[in-house]
């Protein structure tokens, strides 16, 4: 009967030792990896290594609880601190501390800092008015001025622009304050008209004549003549010169075969 017994048995266990040896390896890794993985912490469930459960975090390879101090809230994540301040505090080391918010101000949206209201500028850990002085204005923003148009600020004030005729003023805080208007040039303080002669017209530029000739005609002093084409040439790209057809080459003032 005991021999029967072992006859039966032995079938069975060599069954066992070849799957243990087929997946042998792998299996004795998975377990191997779950046995050194510390306390509090999970097998990743992807790829290989762990990590800490919730309101836990690594340290020196171990999962320490999370210590959330007061006015504060974990965060459900194992980096970092673990925890977060209330609004209306801010982390100073492992505390949160009331934020203390000056007069003439207000938290900004996350409640972790604050902002001045319009009108006022940040100094230091308060609030301070911005004096607007009189022809300005307060910028978009509130925390600054500007001077109005027609004036340019000098120090603390905004004093007028003196405008010469044929100008308007740039309201710019630098330079003259003022501008030519079209078809004028500034002069030693003034705005000169610029004399466009036939077959020119005016350019947007701050230098030179000003102006420009027609395309097919150049420059000749205060005056437009035309370009003279060549045989076998063409109009430059720019409209005041003449150009080789190919293959001819320029040769002095005609177009020749190379």
């Known amino acids: 009967m005991i021999e029967a017994r072992r006859l039966l048995i032995a079938p069975i266990f060599s069954v066992f030792s070849f799957l243990l040896l087929v997946a042998g390896p792998g299996a004795a890794l998975a377990q191997t990896e779950t046995a050194q993985i510390p306390k509090n912490s999970l097998p ?34 194992s980096y970092g601190r673990g925890w977060a301040c209330d609004w209306g505090y801010r982390a100073n080391s492992e505390t949160c501390v009331l934020l203390r918010v000056p007069p003439n101000a207000y938290l900004r949206s996350h409640g972790d800092g604050w902002d001045c209201v319009r009108g006022h500028r940040r100094v230091g850990d308060g609030c301070v008015a911005v004096v607007v002085p009189a022809n300005a204005y307060l910028r978009a923003y509130g925390d600054s001025w500007a001077c109005n148009r027609g004036y340019r600020k000098s120090d603390e004030a905004c004093i007028a622009i003196k405008v010469p005729a044929n100008a308007y003023p740039t309201n710019a805080s630098h330079g003259s304050g003022w501008r030519c208007d079209r078809g004028y040039r500034e002069d030693n303080g003034a705005c000169l008209a610029i004399n466009v002669p036939k077959l020119a017209y005016l350019v947007e530029s701050s230098y030179g004549t000003g102006w420009k000739c027609e395309r097919g005609y150049r420059a000749n002093g205060k005056n437009c003549i035309p370009v003279k084409v060549p045989q076998n040439a063409h109009l430059s790209y720019a409209g005041d010169d003449w150009v080789c057809n190919r293959p001819y080459r320029k040769k002095l003032k005609t177009c020749a075969l190379p």
């Open 44 to 77: 990743k469930p992807y790829g290989s290594g762990w990590e800490c459960k919730t309101r836990f975090r690594k340290n020196n390879g171990a999962c320490i609880a999370v210590k959330v101090p007061a006015h504060a809230y974990p965060t459900q994540t």
